[in-house]
């Protein structure tokens, strides 16, 4: 799908030099990024790096100024894939609130469909890249006497309009990148938007950072007469903690305009005649010499379906980095789907985790498809010579082949860690497949950990792709007081797995209780048994309780050097943060994973009231989109409020988004070793578009008014291609018949 999208605005780039822009324009029409014939990698860049629209040209012939009409020779033929031409861009503003760890992004702008006619109308299609687990909250579309909205809905609310639903309305085309299409735009139109989503901080040496893509091409400024337009950037910062925070870097150059005890707000306001080429980025850093944490309290508002108490425990690390003695133990997956890039990657991380340990730590690897493989039966010191041979070792036997066996390397590590002297030991778990004995797993697991009681290894956990259950590592990470992270795409496994290794191998504080936690009438903890506190993160807990906690909590752990320490917390009101809104995110990916493990239908209940209540997505609520004819769009108030009845009798106006969630694992695309990649492609029918294209070329390679032709034009200057399609407008060969079907046939 990716390749798929480049090709189709690399397309559309092309097709816009159609366009007319009149004698006195500015600038030239849009044109390739130089280098790309030559570099096929400079194609990334196509891939949006900002919220941005795109006209759907399936029809060539309907590509003009809608406000200046030229003379364009008919085009014969259809774009198939269609054509997506980037829409001129006319104003731009976001507002970003940073509460705890979580961001909340909100971009307004304003598109407007300036490559079709004015008689004439295309689908747009909004692509929303997101940073760090962005997850999308909501859309709302202004376009001429219509709007539209996203919502929230429960799956029995759908069943009628899955058969309604045609065509491509919306998910994601990769990770972190929201898709939604508008149907019948006419030229010449604005489309106004907003989107929101939320988005985590990173979290580095003592330092909260964010990164928001905000990143524009030049081609969507509009030609012209260029007038200065306001670009503008709004952001809160609420740490949640009643110390001083201080700002170190930003993108753009913010003013700061408010400073509390924890808090700051800034605002960047410029006018430009250029849209912004940088992502935004800014970080804060919560400075502490020792380990140190807060509790923050607050009541449910009144329309809240659980009225217990919400809490939030904070524990930072501070700058204590004397982390436990490391006894580590990789299973990395071989089985043949992850032939090529995701096994070289996988073995690349493993190998720069094995450099970063010292000669006291000690390591081994299991390499596992159906059958295990092991580096060595016991734990091997991180010595030189050692790291080398296993490196080389890896390099020998990690070759992708066979079937996915989970059960078999994780019982083979932890008997190999049952030895170890380290009060915490690590297990690290890396696949892309999904087997059908993964509630076993947990519950072997689960009893094991139980008989070994705290020494038990932790179990960190990597998925990769979207065929693994990632549900089913989740709660292994849990039960096994470990990390969970997962890469989607190829290209980020290496980074986000050794990211993984660092943050679950520096522990510094085991064997954590809340003392206060026993006091409580009732209490509901996310996570849950508590994990370690690590160097490179701070350890969040979060959830609901009756009853009263103490002016001071008290958290107790074990150092790195073995010794007891009480860390005090005192207990405080959150102001100006919605925690259930904050930890909602958290809390649905927790139950739902429990819900699958137990398969309890109570759970899937409950998730899907916190879904609605929040507006964050889950596995059992579907988002469709509302159209609202001549009228505001509703997504903030009314929306959320909507009966059952009133959808249904909306049907003929809803579109179901499909494909927002990440599901449970595949187990049949497992078990015939399917390769890694996120989203399914339609192999057979692309193949087949590209045979129709090239019997066209061969056949009628010298017939000027097919598509193929056009983007051979796109290469020729104005004059050339002017000269060039009036001819053969004039000469419209006997020809074109044929190529007309053979380009065409079943396109439309």
Not at 492 to 506: G, K
Request: aromatic share 8%; charged share 20%.
């Amino acid at each position: 799908m990716e390749d798929e999208f480049k090709n189709s605005v690399e397309s559309g780039l092309k097709l816009a030099k159609r366009i007319y822009h009149g004698k006195d324009r500015f600038v030239s029409p849009p044109r390739p990024v130089a280098g790309m014939d030559k570099d096929p990698a400079s194609r990334k860049t196509y891939l949006p790096t900002a919220p941005m629209v795109y006209a759907v040209i399936g029809d060539p012939a309907i590509v003009d100024n809608p406000d200046v009409p030229s003379y364009q020779p008919h085009v014969h033929g259809r774009c198939d894939p269609p054509a997506l031409i980037p829409l001129q861009m006319n104003e731009i503003a976001m507002e970003v609130e940073c509460d705890l760890d979580t961001a909340f992004v909100s971009v307004r702008g304003s598109w407007r469909v300036h490559c079709v006619m004015g008689s004439k109308s295309c689908d747009c299609r909004l692509m929303v890249p997101m940073g760090e687990q962005g997850s999308i909250l909501g859309v709302e579309i202004e376009v001429a006497r219509r709007s539209y909205s996203t919502q929230l809905t429960q799956m029995e609310e759908i069943q009628d309009m899955e058969k309604a639903t045609k065509g491509e309305n919306g998910g994601f085309l990769k990770p972190q990148m929201f898709s939604l299409t508008v149907p019948k735009v006419d030229g010449g139109s604005n489309l106004s938007i907003k989107v929101s989503w939320l988005q985590q901080l990173l979290y580095t040496n003592g330092q909260f950072s964010l990164s928001v893509p905000f990143d524009f091409p030049e081609y969507i400024t509009p030609p012209g007469k260029r007038f200065p337009t306001k670009e503008k950037i709004q952001l809160n910062v609420n740490s949640g903690l009643a110390i001083e925070v201080t700002c170190n870097t930003a993108s753009h150059p913010l003013k700061e305009k408010r400073r509390q005890m924890g808090k700051m707000g800034f605002l960047y306001e410029a006018d430009v005649l250029t849209w912004s080429t940088t992502d935004f980025r800014f970080s804060y850093t919560v400075s502490a010499n020792d380990i140190f944490g807060c509790l923050l309290l607050q009541s449910p508002s009144v329309h809240d379906f659980d009225q217990r108490e919400i809490f939030c425990m904070y524990l930072f690390p501070g700058q204590n980095k004397q982390v436990f003695r490391k006894d580590v133990v990789f299973l990395v997956d071989i089985s043949g789907s992850m032939r090529g890039k995701p096994l070289e990657n996988a073995r690349n991380a493993i190998a720069k985790a094995l450099s970063k340990l010292s000669p006291k730590d000690s390591f081994s690897i299991i390499a596992f498809n159906e059958e295990t493989s092991a580096f060595s039966s016991s734990m091997e010191f991180a010595t030189e010579e050692v790291i080398e041979r296993a490196t080389q070792w890896m390099s020998e036997n990690c070759v992708a082949g066979g079937g996915t066996n989970i059960l078999a390397p994780l019982n083979e590590a932890m008997e190999i860690l049952a030895n170890a002297c380290n009060s915490t030991t690590n297990i690290f778990l890396i696949t892309d497949g999904s087997v059908e004995d993964e509630r076993n797993i947990c519950n072997i697991v689960r009893t094991h950990m139980k008989s070994i009681g705290s020494t038990c290894p932790r179990i960190s956990t990597f998925g990769i792709g979207s065929y693994c259950n990632h549900y089913f590592l989740r709660m292994l990470a849990l039960i096994g007081r470990g990390y969970y992270d997962a890469a989607y795409d190829e290209d980020s496994i290496e980074t986000r797995l050794q990211r993984l290794f660092t943050i679950a191998s520096s522990s510094i504080l085991a064997h954590i209780t809340i003392e206060s936690f026993d006091d409580l009438d009732d209490f509901e903890v996310y996570p849950f048994p508590l994990p370690d506190l690590s160097s490179e993160c701070p350890l969040i807990l979060s959830g609901r309780y009756r009853g009263n906690f103490p002016e001071t909590v008290k958290a107790k752990g074990i150092l790195a050097d073995m010794r007891s320490t009480v860390i005090d917390m005192k207990v405080q009101k959150a102001k100006d943060i919605s925690l259930d809104k904050v930890f909602a995110r958290r809390w649905i990916d927790v139950l739902t994973s429990q819900a699958w493990f137990s398969e309890s239908k109570q759970l899937e209940e409950k998730i899907v009231k916190m879904s609605l209540q929040a507006g964050v997505t889950s596995e059992y609520t579907p988002v469709v989109l509302l159209q609202n004819d001549n009228q505001k769009p509703v997504f903030e108030t009314e929306a959320k409020r909507k009966s059952s009845e009133n959808i249904q009798s909306n049907v003929g106006r809803i579109a179901l988004l499909r494909g927002l969630g990440i599901g449970f694992g595949n187990v049949t695309a497992t078990m015939e070793n399917a390769p890694v990649g996120f989203g399914n492609e339609n192999l057979a029918e692309t193949n087949e578009v590209y045979v129709k294209a090239k019997r066209c070329c061969s056949k009628l390679g010298y017939c000027c008014c097919c598509p193929c032709c056009i983007s051979a034009c796109s290469r020729m200057n104005d004059q050339c291609v002017l000269v060039l399609t009036q001819l053969c407008a004039a000469l419209s060969c006997l020809g074109c018949a044929g190529c007309i079907d053979l380009c065409c046939n079943d396109s439309d």
